[in-house]
């Protein structure tokens, strides 16, 4: 199966703006989802397609596509948004139609 | 309300047998792509396995030929047999409804709370 890469860890401060980005050739063709996940929590949804945020989520919340690269953006990171983000997408590689990324630590300082 | 809950984790030996079930309540099961989604302690999100609407089925490696999913329309419930468990099957098991769209923007839009699987002698 294809892979999605993400960044292990990155950190914020209160209030600025992190990029979180999303790598893998599928991601030409494909939209990817985000998904914001807390210790011993289940992950949710916070964004998805090119435009898409569902009910709920704050709008500092933002995604983008660009190549190969898909980007999660937090502008006015808050300290309730620290927490593991995942990416997903399509994949026509492997014996699953979908795969995840490798997870990204976002840390609010 | 829409929800999903997942039963059936607990701890098995390796070689042993599970069966986890997921309750879905607020739509039909059979109308949607279900799947489960696994998470190993410490370690990231997984894909185990998907159904969809029309009863087409997809396993990772990992897990082919040893576990299946189905899905009972008259209970409105997903299920996950596992057979031959191993060490490395240890994980925290989510029930989850995937919502594909033609344009691509598809998404995991509703997960359960996750039942917790340790395999160990």
């Known amino acids: 199966s294809s892979e999605l890469t993400q960044d292990p860890a990155v950190s914020v401060a209160l209030g600025q703006t992190v990029r979180i980005t999303c790598q893998g050739d599928?991601?030409?063709?494909?939209?990817a989802s985000w998904y914001q996940q807390k210790p011993g929590q289940a992950p949710l949804l916070v964004f998805f397609?090119?435009?898409n945020r569902p009910s709920g989520i704050p709008d500092r919340f933002s995604g983008s596509r660009s190549g190969n690269t898909a980007s999660l953006t937090i502008t006015g990171a808050q300290a309730e948004d620290e927490a593991d983000y995942y990416c997903?997408?399509?994949?026509?590689?492997?014996?699953?139609?979908?795969?995840f990324g490798t997870g990204t630590k976002v840390t609010v300082l | 309300e829409v929800q999903l809950v997942e039963t059936g984790g607990g701890l098995i030996q390796p070689g042993g047998s599970l069966r986890l079930s997921c309750a879905v309540s607020?739509?039909?099961?059979?109308?949607?792509?279900m799947s489960w989604v696994r998470q190993a302690p410490g370690k990231g999100l997984e894909w185990v396995t998907i159904?969809?609407?029309?009863?087409?089925?997809y396993y990772a490696d990992s897990v082919k030929g040893r576990f299946t999913i189905s899905r009972d329309n008259s209970e409105n419930t997903l299920s996950l047999q596992m057979n031959s468990l191993r060490v490395d099957d240890t994980a925290v098991y989510f029930c989850?409804?995937?919502?594909?769209?033609?344009?691509?923007?598809?998404?995991?839009?509703?997960w359960g709370q996750g039942t917790r699987v340790t395999v160990s002698s």
């Open positions: 159904i969809y609407s029309g009863g087409t089925t």
């Open positions: 607020g739509f039909t099961v059979s109308s949607k792509y």
């Open positions: 599928g991601l030409r063709s494909s939209y």
């Open positions: 997903n997408s399509r994949d026509s590689s492997g014996h699953l139609p979908f795969v």
């Open positions: 989850a409804r995937v919502t594909v769209r033609p344009r691509g923007d598809d998404a995991v839009d509703m």
């Open positions: 397609g090119e435009s």
